[in-house]
């Protein structure tokens, strides 16, 4: 049976009766596990973590808006963190026994769905996306849900689904595909912030390093520390262990160390494998070989 | 649910039928995965592989019993592998959910079902065993079926479970339980065959080193190069990770380097985990971050 991740992204993080009212949605698809929610209301956003097969979680997405729409005006919401539309991002993750080509046809088949069954238009990202120029969440959502009436009507800016200008309260969203994000940060043995910030700028794409790595540098000044902080956004092309050996590399450079390092919340356990093949010079090793794995395969039988 | 794995080796690896039979009688037992099993012909010997829970695998041991005992004549029976008995060995081994003291319980529980209902006397071994003399395989083997009567009779090896003398036919059984082994081996930039045994004796508990590594040097004559082989016989105690390295270490004395290394068979993932922590100097990691085992314990909710 495949194992789809879908990690829908809700503007509201303050009316607890609105989220658990979208959360007892959800829990009430059959096939669908909600793994967990948190809110934050600073952001007043909602993240939901939920995984099932394709059909389950279309089920479930569109019972996200049947409640959610109703319930969230984004005209009276605001909140710190950028945001289009009241049910704001919706990513499909590939996880086991499915391809990136079926999660992306199952975010075209939602989009369909959410724009013809409630009037909200869609925008497809990341690997859903057949436009450059509309791949990057960032990119669609500039300008946010007050600027959404005037991008909207600028060239280039239809939606993938459904009408040319927002909805009145749901504003629009952004629905598409992409591979699990590894939220990676290593901690240097120093308080010089200037480092870090040498050291993300080297590694990440966005001037010049990993295809696959955002990276910014911060102090930890209550442990006197810095952190290079980082995104992996594709750990197959970008592995965790190159991305740690070139931090130390370019550490050494400034005659610091690494301190320990850090995943912050979930990680896929073949990213981590990846480690123990690379550092153990593993030959021939294949995912078959994990206990874990076999007990599962011999279960599908 | 906790899932314990039980490795059952059978004394038939030549006939087809008896093999078939016994994997069908674990098949209809539910609640029971049949991962595997294989049978060697010139081991004259089968090894079966599954897992469940402890009522339903004390079930299919049973019911392989129930198979085997009529169908195996030990005092017909040739092979190159040592054994005692028809049913030889039966370990239960802890993999998700589940305490060593809970295999411990099974296997002393197994063993009594097995004296009670089929007259075969039963020796626990490994951590089901309360006498360090009878806590290895090897010692409790030592004189296989044809030394047995004469064994059972001596001081100190009457049975844990059921009568002081073989079963004419069945011999008697080897029940207990321990950690899963990894069969793991590192091939080295050599063909010197002394560098793999020195190193192998350095690393193995046996001549000093560490105290679950079991260690051997051998070559391999196809490739001109040589192996240390080892078993890691409790991989929470002794790492995979701090073997590489002293192994690494250990060749370097003699000038060689570390071609790669390789698992044969099963690994547990928790294993594997351990490596990516250590070399990648990971803080605060625990396994509830790895995405499967999220899966996993929200689908027992």
């Given at each position: 049976m495949s194992i789809i991740e879908c990690i829908p992204n809700v503007s509201e993080g303050r009316r607890v009766d609105v989220v658990e009212g979208i959360a007892r949605a959800i829990r009430g698809?059959?096939?669908?596990?909600?793994l967990d929610h948190s809110s934050d209301s600073s952001h007043n956003r909602t993240v939901f973590t939920m995984a099932g097969d394709a059909a389950a979680l279309k089920a479930a997405v569109l019972a996200m808006y049947e409640r959610a729409v109703p319930a969230i005006d984004l005209r009276a919401h605001s909140g710190e963190h950028p945001r289009l539309g009241a049910i704001d991002v919706v990513p499909f993750v590939p996880i086991e026994d499915v391809t990136m080509e079926a999660c992306v046809a199952l975010a075209k088949d939602v989009g369909a769905a959410v724009a013809s069954r409630f009037g909200v238009p869609v925008y497809l990202y990341e690997e859903a996306s057949n436009n450059p120029a509309r791949r990057n969440l960032e990119d669609i959502r500039r300008g946010e849900f007050e600027g959404l009436a005037a991008k909207m009507a600028s060239p280039g800016w239809s939606p993938d689904f459904g009408p040319a200008a927002p909805h009145l309260t749901a504003g629009a969203s952004v629905i598409g595909a992409r591979f699990p994000l590894i939220a990676y940060n290593i901690n240097l043995n120093t308080g010089r912030l200037d480092v870090a910030k040498k050291i993300a700028a080297a590694i990440r794409q966005s001037s010049g390093g990993f295809r696959y790595v955002k990276a910014s540098g911060f102090e930890l000044k209550d442990r006197g520390i810095v952190q290079v902080s980082m995104n992996l956004t594709n750990y197959e092309k970008t592995s965790i262990f190159r991305v740690f050996e070139a931090v130390k590399r370019e550490a050494e450079r400034y005659g610091v160390s690494i301190l320990e390092s850090e995943i912050v919340g979930l990680v896929p356990s073949a990213a981590l494998n990846a480690c123990a093949e690379y550092y153990l010079q593993l030959a021939g090793f294949n995912a078959n070989q994990v206990l874990e794995n076999k007990l599962r395969a011999t279960a599908h039988d």
């Open positions: 698809v059959p096939g669908v596990r909600l």
